[in-house]
């Protein structure tokens, strides 16, 4: 036998909901507007100001400007030969550049 006998309906009338008494369903509240974050009453997050560029890549933009100016394959955009790192210490060692750039910065550029 069931614990909780639906209620029997009469001719014309409407059938009542179970489960609390007095027919009244229970409805789950909906979060208010922009509280998807599952942290409900809290603010979103401030964005953090934009990071300030590491110091290797400045160096490697400008060693980019400086083969720009030495070489025809950086100033014209053409695809760079495989092994191309040695290709850019051959260079910067004939210019007598070689001490002015890091490792780092070769590679980045």
């Known amino acids: 036998m069931p614990e909780n006998p639906s209620p029997a309906v009469a001719a ?5 909901a179970a489960g609390r008494p007095g027919g009244q369903e229970t409805v789950a509240a909906k979060p208010a ?10 603010p979103p997050p401030a964005k953090a100001p934009p990071a300030q560029p590491r110091l290797s890549d400045l160096a490697a933009k400008g060693l980019m400007c400086w083969l720009g100016e030495h070489s025809a394959a950086w100033r014209d955009n053409l695809p760079l ?11 910067l060692d004939r210019q007598g550049m070689r001490d002015a750039w890091s490792k780092r910065t070769v590679h980045k550029a």
């Open 12 to 16: 014309g009338q409407e059938p009542v």
């Open 33 to 42: 507007a922009g509280a998807g974050n599952g942290k409900a009453g809290k």
């Open 81 to 91: 030969n495989i092994g191309v790192i040695d290709e850019v210490y051959a260079l």
